[in-house]
């Protein structure tokens, strides 16, 4: 099954199950109140992904499409683009990349006009963008880097497998890791990005999350998918494994962990949260909320720890120690949320949630 694809067929049968409630933390106080949103963006073609920086947000849809929202939640322009996948765009100063059917495409990023399209292999879900290069991957395992303002290749390497998540970008030692998926050999791969240059490769497993980066290291979340799971540091300049952590359960590709202030978040696809130490691997805490997960987006901020379920809810735990905050479901959001991203602007911490079935739109919430 495509790890990103979420029918209305499975969102409707997951809405018979799926109730809301706001929590109370395991201490007794009482739980902090979920406000209205600061804002919401009305998208009535359906938002599948979301990015943003702080400039705005840009929002995938179903239609499909490509709309530009600026920090207010004001439409900045709106395009239709055929052939769109359901994938986080990429970001950058000019441009927007998004992913479709066996290409990439490059969006103005001040009008949303056509800047250049390139074919690839397979169809596309794994973007990024860092200085003027232009990173994208498909499920024909290619990873190819393209010149931002003209498209021109610039290196291009396959290995057996399928990408699904952006590859990330150290821009300090000029490193580009990716995780290959879907094959008999899947494995996590560090590559020069000036040139493409394999620096080194590790053997990961069938269920293995998306990577995330650290201050000089590379996290992963890895399982076989019969409950044999570890999360691993590795060294970013050579591949040397750091630390191991065994974990309750297996991860879905789509799954992105969260790195932040000396700690690493990670949830597996049975809903079990843990927080581990960053320099030691040791776990700090670990929550299993008992929900299905195969795409989502942690989130960290200085006191929350923040993710989505299959069943589109919302769970917000308290990073000192776990305990459930909030829980915030379809009747109080008005839909299923779809992706989350952390708002890069405005105090206190705050959070995009896109929402489809229902409501169809984008809010910006305060995090309780």
Known sequence: MNPRVRSTTILVLAAVVATWFVARPAHGARAPVWSA????????D????LAADARGAVVVTSRPGVRALDPAGHERWSVHLDGLVEAPPALGHDVVLVGGERAVTALARADGAPRWRAPMGGDVHALAMSGAVALAGDRAGTLAAFDMATGAVRWSVTFPGALWSAPRVDTATGAVVATWHQTDTPAVRALDLRTGALRWEAPTATSTAAPALGPGVVLLAIGDGHRHARVEARDLATGARRWQTPVPSSFEEAIEPAVAAGVVAVVDHFGVVSL????????RWRHDLAHALIATRMVLTP??????????????????DGHLVARLGRHRLG????ALRRAPWGRPARLLVALRLGAWRVDLRRIP
Do not use: K, Q
């Open 276 to 283: 581990l130490d960053l320099a030691t691997g040791r776990i």
């Open 37 to 44: 949103p600061v804002w919401s963006a009305p998208v009535s």
């Open 303 to 320: 006191r929350r720890v923040v993710f989505s379920s299959f069943s589109g809810e919302v769970f917000v735990l308290d990073r000192a």
């Open 335 to 338: 839909g299923y949320a779809v």
């Open 46 to 49: 359906g938002p599948w992904d």
